[in-house]
């Protein structure tokens, strides 16, 4: 079992310009979610969604943001016109609906520094 | 009402024990989890605990739950420099399927 993973681990970005993240989440984990960490705060909770369908989506979530599971299993996060305020980790989740205490698990995220 | 409050920081001799708490706020959460975070990487899933016990143990871990006064401690026990981290813990809100995490703690131990 390969965990969840996320790539880039880490991108530089000049302000204005779009990136994309990937997440591939543990293989038959059907709900994959995205948070965002700033320094010295807890992740905050993004979007998430159920196979392939996006159930829920913070307020956070601007316009400039969009996130896709096509085909309900890897995952992407994209950001348009990036702002400096978007300097942030990018913390991919992943569960199995049907598991006992509903556990969510991790990748190790990837780093946004827009510059 | 989703916050979660954490204390900020501890510091711990090596082989003692470490004591880090939590308050959260809604009483209706079914689960409430313990994630550890090392520098510069995601976070680990460390234990977790169903709302209608009052302690699990987990090898060095003991979780602790109070549902009255909505407080979730975990102790660590034979504190070792590897369990220098920030510790989050955090709840699903009844009605939401997502995790509402506190600012963590962060735990530093002294060899």
């Known amino acids: 079992d390969t965990g969840v993973s996320q790539d880039p681990r880490h991108k530089i970005t000049k302000r204005g310009q779009n990136v994309t993240f990937r997440c591939d989440p543990i293989s038959e984990h059907n709900r994959l979610y995205w948070y965002r960490q700033t320094l010295g705060q807890g992740p905050e909770f993004l979007t998430y969604f159920q196979n392939e369908a996006q159930l829920e989506k913070s307020r956070l979530l601007s316009d400039r943001f969009s996130a896709e599971r096509p085909k309900g299993s890897f995952s992407t996060l994209e950001i348009q016109r990036t702002e400096q305020g978007d300097s942030a980790m990018y913390l991919c989740?992943?569960?199995?609906?049907?598991?006992?205490?509903?556990?969510?698990?991790f990748g190790e995220g990837s780093w946004l520094t827009v510059v | 009402g989703e916050d979660v409050e954490q204390s900020l920081f501890l510091s711990v001799r090596e082989g003692d024990s470490s004591v880090i708490n939590c308050t959260y706020t809604?009483?209706?959460?079914?689960?409430l989890y313990w994630y550890k975070q090392e520098p510069g990487a995601g976070l680990q899933l460390l234990t977790y605990?169903?709302?209608?016990?009052d302690m699990k143990q987990d090898q060095r871990l003991t979780v602790l739950l109070n549902k009255k006064d909505k407080h979730l401690s975990l102790r660590i026990a034979d504190t070792q420099t590897g369990d220098s981290a920030i510790y989050f813990c955090?709840?699903?809100?009844?009605?939401?399927?997502?995790?509402?995490f506190g600012k963590g703690n962060q735990v530093v131990v002294i060899p």
């Open positions: 809604d009483s209706s959460s079914t689960y």
């Open positions: 955090a709840e699903i809100p009844y009605g939401n399927n997502r995790l509402a």
């Open positions: 605990i169903f709302s209608n016990m």
């Open positions: 989740a992943s569960s199995l609906s049907r598991s006992s205490g509903n556990t969510i698990y």
